[in-house]
């Protein structure tokens, strides 16, 4: 079912289904970012360093909460562009095996000046299998008017 601004209110909270973060992820963006620091890739290293593993890539966890976000299908029919990454703040680090799922709370909606679209605010919380918060911030979204609304 389609969604629209005047479907979406402050208070409202959506929670995706979940994911686990594989060796896969972490190598494959680690090659299509070029981030090959040693945290990520090198296991050898990381047993040494200050987490005593290898941790995900923290734009890593951004993207996979994006991509959970979308999956819960309420944004898609909506969308016209994001506006934006507000405070996006790494609370602890994404670790290889974490079954991680997102959080998305509607904030605050407005219409733009011209009133011809609204924007939503939005918090993301990036949760682990123990709901701890990993990573947040918020993703202000430009979306579409109902037709003939």
Request: glycine letters at 10%; proline letters at 4%.
């Amino acid at each position: 079912m389609p969604h629209y601004y005047e479907d979406f209110r402050p208070g409202q909270v959506f929670l995706s289904q979940a994911r686990t973060i594989t060796e896969t992820d972490v190598v494959t963006f680690a090659g299509w970012s070029w981030d090959t620091n040693p945290v990520h890739t090198d296991a050898e290293a990381a047993r040494h360093g200050r987490f005593g593993e290898r941790i995900a890539h923290g734009l890593l966890g951004l993207s996979v909460a994006l991509g959970l976000a979308s999956r819960l299908g309420v944004f898609e029919s909506c969308s016209i562009a994001l506006l934006g990454i507000d405070g996006w703040r790494f609370q602890r680090p994404l670790m290889l095996g974490d079954t991680v799922r997102c959080r998305v709370e509607i904030l605050a909606t407005r219409l733009t000046s011209k009133g011809d679209a609204g924007i939503l605010r939005r918090r993301f919380t990036l949760l682990n299998q123990r709901d701890e918060d990993v990573q947040e911030g918020e993703l202000p979204l430009l979306v579409t008017l109902r037709p003939g609304g």
